[in-house]
């Protein structure tokens, strides 16, 4: 949980980092689990006790596009900033641009700090595509930096395919190796459940 040399608790909604932009609030008992019979319910609302939180262990959400794994990371978010800890949200892709440019204006280190300091720290779409070596070694040192302080992840990928991503061997192993022996990994298959959310005709019939 937080340390005691955090700053006062931040208890707005996850975030994205960079442009301050506030998600619209979801929450686990909203969540349609009957959507698909290959939701791992139990596991899911067991998750939502916090004790990955509270040891400083991560959640990895992985399954295909449109299963839920984005409303289930920020609906655990949500459940951690209740309970006072700071939480912040942003894409991959977005935090390693922003890296990327902290290399060119020497704000790099300003970056980093800001995002080792969450207690939980939301990584959405991981793994989407190959990295450069640079943005492979930035994630290195945001994931080492980051020991004993909670993430979680979403990815289209299981965990086992985001070795060939990564362009050098062994940053890959030392990375990976830190994600994923320290997560709890929760396989999230079935249909899209975005139809489900797709505001409805008025003159629409159908269920």
Known sequence: MPGRDQPPRDRRLPTAPAAGEVRAQVTLEE???TASSKLPAAQIRDLGALRWLHAGESVILFGPVGVGKTHIAQALGHLAVR????????KTSRILADLAGGHADRTWEKLIRELIRPDVLILDDFAMRQLSAAQADDLYELVSERQGRSLIITSNRAPSDWYPLLPNPVVAESLLDRLINTSHQVIMNGPSY???KRPRNPTDKTK
């Open 83 to 90: 309970q006072g800890a700071h939480v912040r949200f942003a």
């Open 31 to 33: 969540f349609d689990f």
């Open 194 to 196: 975005r139809p489900n």
